[in-house]
């Protein structure tokens, strides 16, 4: 994207810097893409026109970002396109940000199951119900040990992590995943 910018920028300005990359001519011998030629071949025609009365710029991070949001692929855990994550994750410390980031791909060093992909002597088994392996989605979900917690803070679903990210570092937090302070 930020490419992009730079390329319209150097295009439509001709006091700009790299001016003359934009405007690099064909070689004879087609054996690589100019700057130019990928500009407007590749990067720009799919994009939706810029109306007059929009700055370039700013239309190129719109749709650009639009077109990354719309081919997000499914989530890993739970194989579906998560929900949006609920606004007041911003006032949660950074520490218990990065947390939730990490437990929504099951990427947390806290899960053993991810323990157990870096190392495979680890045992995954959840060490509170020794039932099943000890994911995000069992915690979250399933385990036994934490049914009276989920209860008390009216958790039934992974999705929780995106939805109530404030409720799902409660229970976290109370179910010793994390520690008890941030
Ligand atoms: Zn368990």
């Known amino acids: 994207m930020r490419g992009t910018q730079t390329l319209a920028a150097a295009s439509t300005n001709q006091h700009h810097p790299l001016h003359y990359v934009a405007q690099h001519p064909h070689m004879p011998r ?35 970002t639009h077109q990354s949001i719309e081919t997000l692929k499914n989530n890993t855990q739970l194989h579906a396109r998560p929900p949006d994550i609920h606004p007041p994750e911003s006032f949660l410390p950074r ?18 199951t991810y323990q157990k992909r870096l190392d495979g002597a680890i045992t995954d088994a959840c060490p509170g119900c020794n039932t099943a392996p000890h994911s995000i989605k069992h915690i979250m979900e399933d385990c036994n040990t934490h049914n009276h917690t989920r209860q008390q803070h009216n958790i039934h679903s992974l999705r929780v992590l995106w939805e109530s990210p404030v409720q799902a570092m409660t229970l976290l937090r109370s179910s010793g995943l994390l520690g008890q302070t941030a």
């Open 30 to 64: 087609n054996i690589k893409t100019t700057p130019s030629t990928r500009y407007h071949t590749q990067i720009l025609s799919p994009l939706t026109p810029c109306t007059p009365q929009t700055n370039l710029q700013k239309h190129i991070h719109t749709q650009i």
């Open 95 to 112: 520490e218990d940000r990065v947390h939730l980031a990490r437990l929504r791909y099951g990427h947390n060093p806290a899960l053993l």
